[in-house]
Structure formats: structure tokens, C-alpha cells
């Protein structure tokens, strides 16, 4: 028995052949006394690590059902889970049977029907070091590492727990378990079905060539719960709009047609600061605010004058520390700006002192003349506003246009006032309040739009910002479509030609 015990429980070399010891040598005895050591450590470490394990879930759910308890005595009606607080177990059981029946009603086992090939949900796929992904805006790459900490933190987690999920004892093979890493991950994919929860799929390297082990896991998501009911009264909540500006007279007078009816007529509760670098133009600037002023009956204005070279942080900043009133809410703008009533209010209700700035992402237009150059004309800038992938894009790069109180910038600390000319003031800004406790609401918004004016990127610039304003100015023409149809603009005419030429001769 000694015999067949050695032969089947040894192991065994790539290319080694092992001899077969005495059976009543000292070396056979303390080498199944050390197995035997070796194999009752793991066990013993084993049950530490789920006692562990179970007390940490077992605080997790009693964390939750408190959470439960105290923010919503019962599930919504259309889930049709109710939660009785006087039977936790009861409570407990409900919200595990939930979960479970998210993995159920998500595409996890089986595939379902759809009706387009756009319904379906693209998987994105990642490895130790990068993430391959789809939904790249302007501001992400195709291929990446994960920039985001949730992210990151997300796909470390997952790929933990498939490590510990393959490296749990069996319980029935004897011979010594294989210790797998997180350098045996291959690679993954996964997906989100936002009502469901997150799929993943992990490939890791198998026990010889051509081999893999798979691990499915599924996050589901939780039922919808009420965090906050209230009333918001924005009545008596004034923007001050900050416009810093030099020269461009004839935008100036575009955007005051724009702050006339958006600002004054519709909305009503805005003031203007205007302020203005240089003396050249300045008058025609002060004429069309006084008009405006004039025949609107509007008083909520204040103009400053610099005698200095044009910098956007310093204008914004001057014009912010300006205010003497109450708190006030500030809008930095520019005057290549085009804003709706609903922003503004979209403005309102994204901050809150202390506690919430705003950084709406704006849509881009397109240059028009290329948008609509096979139309006979171009249309008025009202129609040429709609949010479409022809006639602009998200400027997720871009964070110059923000809502936040007063208070908030001047605690920040405000501009740099080290940068000057164009690009750069507003990263700074707005890093300082992603370093800070405040909440940053970025999202965006369909009635704030950039509109569409040839860019000049001057010599005095440096390097960086020189770099800054040529992307923006090459991202600023067309779509890729666009771009292509200007590119092929010869072999396009030529075919057309052909065409007309062939049709004659039949």
C-alpha cells in the first residue's frame, strides 16, 4: 500500500525520474509528516481566511440594511421587495434574492432577442496595464490605462478575486494546488447594462500550452432608493455672467442679441460684468452695452477697463473679486458664447455653496460654411444650434465655461494670475477643485454652445499653450466625414464627371 501511495502522490519532474525510496526508511516518514504539515497549514489558513471573510460580509449586510433602514422604509412599489425591518433576517434574504435575480434578467447566460444591430452592448476590454474601449470622446484614447480611480479600482478588484476564486481548495484533489497570480491574467472583457450591473469575463493562463482557466463574474446593481425629496427655490438666485474681453466688437454685438433674450427677457435674474483689456474698440464695446442697457431697460451691468495685455484668468478673476454684493453665483463665459434660458437655470441648480461647483461640457459647432456648403444658403444661428454628430462635437476637453458662488472661487484661491494670453487658467482652476472636498458636476448640457469662429494662434505663445490652440483649432472644422469629403473632393468630381458623361452616350 506504502507502494502505491509513493507512486500515485509523488510528484513528479518535466524530465526528471524520481527513485523510489524504502518504505521504512526515516526519509519516507518525515516526508508524509512534512505533506501532511504542508497540507493541514493550508487548511488551517484557509478557514482563517473565510472566518475572515464571513465577518467582513457579515458587517457589509448589517451596514447596509442600517443604510436601508434609515434612507427608505420600503423598496419602490415597482420592484415589488419589501423590506421589514422588524425581521433583518427576512430583510436580508429579500435583498440577496434581488441580486441573484439580476444576474438572471441580465445577458449573462444566454444571449436575448434585439431589435437593431445598435441595441447591443459592446463589450470593452482590458488587461494588467491597459483598457480598450470605445466611448472615447476627444479627451480618452482607443487603448489606455485607466486614468479614473473608481475604474481602476474596479478592474484591480475584479481581477483580485478571480485570483482568490482560483486559488480556493478544491477539496478533493491531493496533490499540491497550483498558486495562481495576477501575472497569469491574460486578458478580459466587460460591460455594463446600466439597469442590471457589470459583466466580466476573465481569461487566465491554464496548467499547460494551449490551456486557460475562465472566471464569469457578474456586479449586480442594487434596487433604486430615495437619497433626498426637496424643494429648490431659485426665485431669488442671481448669475453674475463674467465676460473678459479685447477687440472683437462685432462678436460682442452677437453676444449681447443673445444675453438680451436669454438673460434679460426670459430669464431676468442675471447681471454682466464686462471686462475689457486695452483701449482699442472699446468705445463700440461701451456703445452696444449702453444701448442694450437702453432699450431693454437694463441697469444690471458693470464695465471694467484694463490697461494691460489681454489674459482670460485675469479678466475672469478681476471680475469675480469686483462683486459686492450678496453671494452670487458666476458664470464664466466668453463672447463666442451662445447660452439658453434653461442652462442658466441648469446653471443655478448645479451649484451650491460649499458644497457643489458646475462644469457643464458645451456643444462645439462646426464651421458652417463647410456644414452647409452644398446648401444655397446658410441658415440663421437659432437652426444652425441642434446637437447632431454633422454639425458639432462635446468639447469634453474644454472646462472655461463653469457655474460656481463666489464664495467658493475666492476660498480656492481663483486664477492663476501667472498664465497669461490663451489656455491653461481654467485646467488649473478646475484641478483645484477636484483636489478639494467639493463636489465637481460634469455633464452635458443641450443649451450652452460654442460657436463656430476662425481661430488665430499667435507667436507669443508658449510651446504648450501654441499646441493647445492647434488642436482645438483642427478639432474645430468638421466631422471626420467632412474632413474626408474635402480630402477626396477631386476623385469625387471626377466620378460625378464619368457619370454625367457615361449617361449621354446611353
Known amino acids: 500500500m506504502s507502494i502505491v501511495y509513493m507512486l500515485a502522490c509523488t510528484p513528479k519532474g518535466d524530465n526528471q525520474q524520481f527513485a523510489l525510496p524504502r518504505v521504512h526508511s526515516p526519509t519516507v516518514k518525515e516526508g508524509y509528516e512534512a505533506i501532511l504539515q504542508e497540507r493541514e497549514e493550508q487548511h488551517r489558513n484557509y478557514i482563517i481566511s473565510l472566518k475572515k471573510q464571513i465577518a467582513q ?31 433583518p433576517e427576512k430583510a436580508q434574504a429579500n435583498l ?35 483598457v480598450y474601449q470605445l466611448e472615447t470622446g476627444l479627451t480618452r484614447h482607443p487603448e489606455e490605462k485607466p486614468v479614473r480611480k473608481d475604474k481602476r479600482d474596479e478592474l484591480i478588484e475584479v481581477i483580485e478575486l478571480a485570483v482568490g476564486s482560483l486559488n480556493k481548495p478544491d477539496g478533493v484533489s491531493k496533490a499540491k494546488p497550483r498558486v495562481y497570480t ?27 500550452k494551449h490551456q486557460f482557466k475562465k472566471i464569469v463574474l457578474f456586479r449586480p446593481f442594487g434596487p433604486v432608493m430615495k437619497v433626498k425629496n426637496e424643494n429648490v427655490n431659485m426665485a431669488d438666485t442671481l448669475i453674475n455672467v463674467i465676460v473678459p474681453l479685447a477687440k472683437r466688437a462685432s462678436k460682442f454685438r452677437q453676444f449681447m442679441q443673445n444675453f438680451r433674450e436669454m438673460g434679460i427677457q426670459q430669464d431676468g435674474r442675471i447681471h454682466l460684468t ?13 456703445s452696444i452695452l449702453e444701448n442694450t442697457s437702453k432699450s431693454a431697460n437694463f441697469k444690471n451691468f458693470t464695465f471694467i477697463q484694463l490697461n494691460e495685455e489681454f489674459s482670460r484668468g485675469k479678466g475672469l478673476d478681476v471680475g469675480a473679486r469686483f462683486w459686492k454684493g450678496n453671494n452670487v453665483v458666476l458664470f464664466f463665459c466668453d463672447v463666442d458664447i451662445y447660452f439658453t434660458a434653461e442652462f442658466l437655470n441648469s446653471c443655478r441648480l448645479n451649484t451650491q455653496p460649499g458644497k457643489k461647483v458646475f462644469y457643464p461640457v458645451l456643444f462645439s459647432q462646426y464651421n458652417p460654411s ?19 454628430k454633422e454639425t458639432g462635437f462635446w468639447r469634453d476637453f474644454g472646462f472655461g465655461m463653469t457655474c460656481q458662488y463666489r464664495s467658493d472661487f475666492i476660498n480656492i484661491g481663483g486664477f492663476d ?5 490663451w489656455g491653461g487658467e481654467d485646467v488649473h482652476l478646475y484641478r483645484k477643485y477636484l483636489h478639494s472636498n467639493l463636489m465637481v458636476i460634469r455633464t452635458p448640457v443641450r443649451g450652452l454652445f460654442h460657436l463656430w469662429h476662425e481661430k488665430q494662434c499667435l507667436d507669443e505663445l508658449t510651446p504648450e499653450q501654441y499646441k493647445m490652440c492647434m488642436q482645438s483649432k483642427a478639432m474645430n472644422e468638421a466631422s471626420h466625414g467632412q474632413l474626408g469629403m474635402l480630402v477626396f473632393k477631386q476623385e469625387i468630381e471626377t466620378h460625378l464627371h464619368r457619370q454625367k458623361s457615361s449617361s449621354k452616350k446611353t
Open 57 to 87: 460580509l457579515k458587517a457589509e449586510l448589517q451596514g447596509r440594511t442600517e443604510q436601508l433602514k434609515n434612507m427608505q422604509k420600503q423598496y419602490p412599489d415597482s420592484l415589488d421587495i419589501q423590506l421589514d425591518h422588524s425581521k
Open 96 to 130: 440577496l434574492a434581488f441580486l441573484r435575480s439580476q444576474v438572471d434578467k441580465a445577458e449573462v447566460h444566454s444571449g436575448v432577442k434585439l431589435s437593431t444591430e445598435y441595441a447591443a452592448v459592446p463589450f470593452e476590454s482590458f488587461t494588467l496595464q491597459k
Open 182 to 208: 495576477a501575472s497569469d491574467f491574460v486578458e478580459g472583457i466587460y460591460r455594463t447594462e446600466k439597469n442590471k450591473g457589470t459583466l466580466y469575463e476573465l481569461t487566465f493562463k491554464g496548467d499547460a
Open 274 to 286: 464686462v471686462v475689457y483689456f486695452g483701449k482699442e474698440q472699446m468705445n463700440e464695446v461701451k
Open 370 to 388: 463647410i456644414i452647409y456648403g452644398h446648401h444655397d444658403s446658410i441658415p440663421s444661428l437659432e437652426q444652425q444650434l441642434i446637437i447632431k
Open 417 to 421: 494670475l501667472d498664465i497669461k494670453g
